[in-house]
Nanobody
Framework: QVQLVESGGELVQAGGSLRLSCVAEGRTISDYVLGWFRQAPGKELEFVAGISRTSSTIQYSDSVEGRFTMRRDNAKKTVTLQMNSLSREDTAVYYC?????????????????WGQGTQVTVSS
C-alpha cells in the first residue's frame, strides 16, 4: 500500500506557471503507474496525465498537451506536474493517483490509491 500527499497548489494569474508535487509514503512507487487527475467545480473527475513505471510512456489529455509536463523520480518517491500557460479552465482540485496496472490508463478505476488533492485556482 502507498499513501500519496500532494502539494504546490495555489492561486496564480492566467498565463502563469505552477509545479505540483506528490510524495509517496510507504511502499516504493516504482511498483505503480502514476497519474494526475483534476476535478473542477460542478464537473466530473478528469484525467490530466499519466506516467508508466519506468517513465517510458507519458500520456497527456488533449487539454494540457504541450503545456503540462509530468515527471517521476522513483528514488525520491516523487512525481511532479509542471503546468505552464495556465488558464481559468485549469482551475480545479488536482489529485495524484497510483495504480498497479502495467500500462498507463486514463480512467480513474484503474488507479487504486489517491491523495487528498491540492487546489489550483487561476485568475484572469
Amino acid at each position: 500500500q502507498v499513501q500519496l500527499v500532494e502539494s504546490g497548489g495555489e492561486l496564480v494569474q492566467a498565463g502563469g506557471s505552477l509545479r505540483l508535487s506528490c510524495v509517496a509514503e510507504g511502499r516504493t512507487i516504482s511498483d505503480y503507474v502514476l497519474g494526475w487527475f483534476r476535478q473542477a467545480p460542478g464537473k466530473e473527475l478528469e484525467f490530466v496525465a499519466g506516467i508508466s513505471r519506468t517513465s517510458s510512456t507519458i500520456q497527456y489529455s488533449d487539454s494540457v498537451e504541450g503545456r503540462f509536463t509530468m515527471r517521476r523520480d522513483n528514488a525520491k518517491k516523487t512525481v511532479t506536474l509542471q503546468m505552464n500557460s495556465l488558464s481559468r479552465e485549469d482551475t480545479a482540485v488536482y489529485y495524484c493517483a497510483a495504480g498497479v496496472s502495467s500500462v498507463v490508463h486514463t480512467t480513474q478505476r484503474q488507479y487504486h490509491y489517491w491523495g487528498q488533492g491540492t487546489q489550483v485556482t487561476v485568475s484572469s
